[in-house]
């Protein structure tokens, strides 16, 4: 199986056999977490999130609830960490990412992810964009992909003076839309963002989040977030997870997901109406 990851290609977009298709054709991602450990603690249990094509979906919930645990999940980036343990499964387009002949360097490919903290590589902006076309031996015409990367994150007309220039030399909202031009610029199907506005001043957040509604149109975008506004401005679809404390452990579970204006208007647990009216974070 797993034409789309097992297999080394030089082309950065491949599509899933047809035989491979999810069940439901609407999902871009089916993830069904029965329990996910770090070590021996169980850090979260029985959460089921289906994320369809084309469509925002945030993650909220109190700190510790396993927001990031759940996306990293999502492209195996928990792989990472030695002590983690995944019980369940994650289809993409189909296919178990968790299967055994799956490489994970593929997923992510497929899979792409931004981080809380901007974190361009120390390097020119071309090589940071160009750095996973690189990787994946990219054949093509490479200034074309880096500038339209740039372009795609609202970026290009910044630094197209000074595309030699270090990364980190950009101020903090330009380096988080770098970081995101450097994920999209290999063409991932999905995109995993975790609090990408967290360390952004309100201007540059609103850019991100503009840049978010605009990606929407040719990606997939999971995005966690602590700030109840940015879910509601830019998530079609919102999960609110919360912690479980009545076995003496602290494991993190799906409480409820659902269209964003169901959730914070109507939602269907007294939990979620708690959280989301600040009884508790
Ligand atoms: N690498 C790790 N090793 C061990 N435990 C971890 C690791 N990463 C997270 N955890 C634990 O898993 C649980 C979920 O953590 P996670 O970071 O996913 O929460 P979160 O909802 O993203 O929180 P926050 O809002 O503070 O970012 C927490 O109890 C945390 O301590
Ligand atoms: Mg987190």
Known sequence: MSAAFAVKSTETRSSPPPA????????????KIDKLFYGD????????????????????????????????????MNDLIPSFRFEGHVHFMGQDIYARN???????????MVFQQPNPFSMSIYDNVAFGLRLNRFKGNLDERVEHALRRAALWDEVKDKLKNNGLSLSGGQQ???????????????????????????????????LMLELKKDYTIAIVTHNMQQAQRVADVTAFFSVDISQGGRTGYLVEMG???????????????????????
Do not use: W
């Open 20 to 31: 491979a298709q999810a069940a439901r054709s609407d999902l871009a991602i089916d993830c």
């Open 41 to 76: 603690f169980l850090a979260v249990r029985d959460s089921h999130v289906p994320i369809e094509k084309g469509k925002i979906v945030g993650f909220i919930g109190p700190s510790g609830c396993g927001k990031s645990t759940v996306l990293r999940s999502l492209n195996r």
């Open 102 to 112: 799956v490489d994970p360097v593929v997923v992510r490919r497929h899979i792409g």
């Open 176 to 210: 988080q839309r770098l970081c995101i031009a450097r994920a999209i610029a290999t063409e991932p199907t999905v995109l995993l963002m975790d609090e990408p506005c967290s360390a952004l001043d309100p201007i540059a957040t609103r850019r991100v989040e503009e």
């Open 259 to 281: 269209p964003t204006e169901q959730i914070f208007n109507d939602p269907r647990e007294q939990l979620t109406k708690q959280y989301i009216s600040g009884q508790f974070s």
